[in-house]
């Protein structure tokens, strides 16, 4: 069965510093790994995908992602965090039937 | 249109009643799937369409729910005799292809049952 798994509910952050959420994956075959941030009252948006290629995804508002397949991660980074980065992440994966599974979310919050 | 559109932004029912929420996908969009979320949870699969094609109900919860996109645009998620514990955010999500490629969500439908 294809799961995500985010183990920490609340990452508190100085504002300047480097972020890290942390993602864990479970799937059958090549995974499709996303992460999703979603602002109060808001719809999740798109922030990065990995599908193929180089293990250092970049994607909007500054964030990165790493791959790492020997420990099954699929961390979201971020070398400077802002105030308005803090917001609910998530991490998912897409199986071979084109479902995504979302993880529980974890809840960013970068103080001034 | 310019983004996914979900109606009604807010619905409050009592129980035993009928539902319907609506989702105007991405103009284009091929898929589109629908989600139900619990406050402080991730988004729950419930069931996507390729077009109008039904590709994956496995994730609604029993018989109650239901879903179609009889043109391969607008969908409506229906639930029957509405319980408490259908209390939630309901969200749809577009994409362009069938490949799987990145989800776009609509702000979601509150529902509560009363």
């Known amino acids: 069965a294809q799961s995500v798994a985010q183990p920490e509910d609340q990452v508190n952050v100085a504002e300047g510093n480097p972020l890290t959420v942390k993602c864990t994956y479970s799937?059958?075959?090549?995974?499709?790994l996303f992460w999703y941030v979603q602002y109060p009252n808001r719809g999740l948006q798109f922030l990065l995908k990995?599908?193929?290629?180089?293990?250092l995804v970049k994607g909007s508002y500054g964030f990165e992602a790493e791959f790492n397949k020997s420990q099954t991660s699929f961390h979201l980074k971020k070398p400077s965090a802002l105030v308005s980065d803090s917001a609910l992440y998530f991490c998912a994966v897409r199986d071979i039937g084109n479902q995504f599974y979302f993880g529980t979310g974890t809840s960013l919050t970068v103080i001034p | 249109g310019a983004g996914v559109s979900q109606s009604p932004r807010y619905k409050v029912t009592k129980r035993g009643q009928d539902v319907a929420l609506r989702c105007d996908p991405i103009?284009?969009?091929?898929?589109l799937y629908w989600y139900r979320q619990a406050l402080g949870q991730g988004p729950e699969f419930l069931t996507y369409f390729n077009y109008e094609a039904q590709q994956d109900k496995s994730g609604l919860p029993n018989d109650r729910f239901s879903a179609e996109r009889p043109e391969g645009s607008i969908s409506t998620l229906t639930i029957q005799r509405t319980e408490q514990r259908d209390s939630a955010m309901y969200r749809c999500a577009s994409s362009l292809g069938t490949g799987g490629e990145k989800l776009f969500f609509g702000s979601g439908t509150q529902l509560s049952v009363l």
């Open positions: 799937v059958s075959g090549n995974p499709y």
């Open positions: 990995y599908i193929t290629g180089d293990n």
């Open positions: 103009s284009g969009h091929v898929s």
